[in-house]
């Protein structure tokens, strides 16, 4: 068998609270000390805690992006999306969410109305991942899957691994993007160990969603992203029952211009985009 060479810990940057509202909501990017993790840009984790009956639910009406892709992984409860471009879809726990806002899509992401009405467990993820400049405009598309749509399994330690885009292990996800992104949500037992290969050169994005791990022997407690040195492979032991998010892709390494919900290359494109925006280039907003 060849040997590997573990990434080790280089820091770790604990989720900041952000509350928006009555929802919960912690960030470990961007943070301090912490801009990016190239090409992801920014995660927020929602949740987890339990709506009571008679719910205003999410708040994320419509709103604008335009040069990027988001992600979100439906942890638990439910999430409705409808977009300008025509995705609509109600998509339950353990599904996920794939927008490449490109050139430009206004969505929405709320509670269902059943949601509202009896309320229950919430927990999500949304990732937002960076477009190279020559794909920043690119035709907008979204995804909607349900978790029977994800091609789940189980390695011989008892490790649950949902692939969610690229390949793992030698199974193909259901999501090939567009700049070769490897997602996963990977659920260990606790005493269960876990190493996947990642080539050198690529950036890992590593955050603990629930429990405590060790990467190549360094402690990840829950809520915590790990920025990860170089090596071929990434090494996960459970300390507890686990569920980490776990991602890799090549660095774009190009200028990252961002005004709310834009990111760019240039501050000319930030105002391109706004006055696109402004004069309904992005289509009619999506009814809620």
């Not at 919960?24 to 190239?38: A, C, F, S």
Request: hydrophobic share 40%; with cysteine.
């Amino acid at each position: 068998m060849t040997e590997t060479t573990p990434r080790p810990v280089l820091r770790l940057h604990p989720a900041h609270r952000d509350d928006i509202g009555d929802l919960t909501t912690r960030r470990p990017v961007p943070g301090p000390g912490l801009d990016q993790v190239d090409p992801f840009l920014f995660l927020n984790h929602h949740g987890p805690q339990t709506y009571a009956p008679g719910n205003a639910g999410l708040p994320f009406g419509p709103h604008p992006h335009r040069g990027f892709e988001t992600v979100t992984f439906i942890l638990d409860g439910e999430l409705a999306h409808n977009d300008s471009g025509g995705g609509e879809s109600i998509i339950k726990a353990g599904g996920i969410q794939w927008m490449t806002a490109g050139s430009g899509l206004i969505h929405a992401e709320l509670s269902p109305a059943d949601f509202k009405r009896d309320g229950g467990p919430m927990e999500i993820l949304q990732l937002w991942v960076n477009l190279p400049s020559r794909l920043k405009m690119t035709k907008p598309d979204y995804v909607g899957l349900q978790a029977a749509d994800i091609p789940t399994f189980t390695t011989e330690s008892g490790v649950t691994v949902e692939p969610v885009s690229g390949e793992w292990l030698g199974v193909k996800a259901p999501i090939q993007s567009l700049i070769d992104i490897h997602l996963a949500v990977v659920r260990l037992p606790a005493g269960a160990r876990f190493e996947v290969p990642v080539a050198a050169g690529r950036t890992v994005f590593f955050y603990a969603i629930k429990g405590g791990v060790c990467v190549a022997g360094t402690p990840v407690p829950e809520w915590n992203l790990a920025a990860l040195g170089d090596g071929d492979a990434v090494a996960i032991t459970a300390q507890t029952d686990a569920v980490v998010l776990l991602g890799h892709a090549e660095p774009i390494n190009e200028p990252v211009f961002s005004h709310g919900p834009f990111v760019m290359t240039t501050r000319e494109e930030i105002i391109q985009a706004i006055e696109d925006y402004q004069s309904g280039k992005f289509g009619p907003p999506p009814r809620v």
